[in-house]
C-alpha cells in the first residue's frame, strides 16, 4: 500500500475570502492584504518582522508609548497569541471539526502571558516559531480545507479567511510597532 501524497498548496490557487465567510469586523485585517497569494504573504511578512526587530534591545521591547498602553514585547507577544489562537481555529475548521470555538479576550491573555519580563529575543524566537508552524500547516491543506467553514467566536469564518486575518493583524500591529514603538529610536 503506497502513502498518500501531500497535497501542496501551491498547485491551486487559494482566491481571497468574500465577505460573509468572516465577521465584518475582520474586513479591517483583510483588507489590509495586497495580492492573492497569501502563503507568500505570510512568509514575506515573517522577514519584514524580522527585519524590523532586528538590532533591537531591551529598552526597544520594554518601550511604551504611552503609560496605558502594552509595552512592544507584549504587542509581539499577543501577535504570536493570536496567529496560534487563529491557526488552531483554521486546524480545526480545515480537519471539518464542526465545534463551535469560543473568543478569548486578547487583554487577559497579554496580562497573564510572560511577555513583559521575558526578554526580547525569546519573544522574537517565538514569533519565528509560531509563523513557521502556521506556514507548515497551511502549506498541506487540499483545496476543499480552504474553504471549508465553521464557528469561532460566534461567527461563521472560513480557513482561508483565517489565514488572510492572521496576515492581516500581524500587519496591522508591526504598523504600530513601526510608527508608534520604533520610529526615531
Given at each position: 500500500m503506497s502513502e498518500p501524497a501531500v497535497v501542496n498548496?501551491?498547485?491551486?490557487?487559494?482566491?481571497?475570502?468574500?465577505?460573509?465567510?468572516?465577521?465584518?469586523y475582520y474586513d479591517?485585517?483583510?483588507?489590509?492584504?495586497a495580492g492573492t497569494d497569501i502563503l507568500?504573504?505570510?512568509?514575506?511578512?515573517?522577514?519584514?518582522?524580522?527585519?524590523l526587530l532586528s538590532g533591537r534591545d531591551e529598552s526597544d521591547g520594554d518601550f511604551r508609548y504611552a503609560p496605558d498602553k502594552w509595552n512592544a514585547k507584549e504587542v509581539l507577544g499577543h501577535v504570536c497569541d493570536t496567529e496560534r489562537i487563529f491557526a488552531y481555529r483554521a486546524l480545526r475548521i480545515a480537519r471539518g471539526?464542526?465545534?463551535?470555538?469560543?473568543?478569548?479576550?486578547?487583554?487577559?491573555?497579554?496580562?497573564?502571558g510572560p511577555f513583559a519580563r521575558a526578554p526580547l529575543s525569546e519573544i522574537i524566537e517565538d514569533y519565528i516559531a509560531?509563523?513557521?508552524?502556521?506556514?507548515?500547516?497551511l502549506r498541506n491543506l487540499d483545496e476543499a480545507a480552504w474553504v471549508r467553514r465553521?464557528?469561532?467566536n460566534k461567527n461563521d469564518v472560513s480557513v482561508r479567511a483565517l489565514a488572510y486575518i492572521i496576515a492581516g493583524h500581524e500587519l496591522h500591529h508591526r504598523g504600530i510597532l513601526e510608527e508608534k514603538y520604533f520610529a526615531g529610536r
Open positions: 498548496a501551491a498547485t491551486f490557487t487559494i482566491e481571497r475570502p468574500e465577505p460573509g465567510e468572516y465577521a465584518p479591517r485585517y483583510i483588507s489590509l492584504i507568500e504573504t505570510l512568509d514575506a511578512q515573517r522577514r519584514q518582522t524580522m527585519l471539526d464542526q465545534t463551535p470555538l469560543s473568543g478569548f479576550e486578547q487583554d487577559d491573555y497579554v496580562k497573564s509560531v509563523r513557521r508552524a502556521t506556514l507548515t500547516l465553521g464557528v469561532a
